[in-house]
């Protein structure tokens, strides 16, 4: 599957912001049958895990550090996943990468063998 994250910006903080992910399938694989994930980086730190979601959507898994602020979700007749953040912080500053995996529950960047661009979030405070 090839991916392409999108919607990325500069925002204040407490502000809203909603991340894209675009999935493109190839071999026969349509994005139904991907787990779903955000992770972020910031400049200087490793990768981190932010939010999964399983392949319907029924299931989700957040970081602590967004859970309650993120919601993630998928509409599979468009192909796209979703990053709704809300109340956002300077430390959510970041880029956001999109991920996809066949199994759900992995919080790791190794259980995720395809990954999207980036798309770059800066929260000012």
């Known amino acids: 599957v090839q991916l392409q994250a999108s919607g990325g910006g500069l925002v204040q903080a407490g502000a809203s912001l909603r991340l894209s992910c675009a999935a493109s399938?190839?071999?026969?694989?349509?994005?139904?049958?991907?787990?779903m994930g955000w992770f972020r980086q910031a400049q200087g730190k490793e990768r981190e895990f932010v939010a999964t979601?399983?392949?319907?959507?029924?299931?989700?898994t957040y970081a602590d550090s967004v859970n309650g602020r993120f919601t993630i979700s998928r509409d599979n007749a468009k192909n796209t996943m979703y990053l709704q953040m809300n109340t956002l912080k300077p430390d959510d500053t970041a880029i956001y990468y999109c991920?996809?995996?066949?199994?759900?529950?992995?919080?790791?960047?190794?259980?995720?063998?395809?990954w999207g661009q980036g798309t770059l979030v800066t929260v000012s405070s």
């Open positions: 399938a190839v071999s026969g694989r349509t994005f139904s049958m991907y787990v």
């Open positions: 991920a996809a995996s066949p199994n759900y529950g992995s919080r790791s960047t190794s259980g995720y063998p395809y």
């Open positions: 979601i399983s392949w319907s959507g029924t299931s989700t």
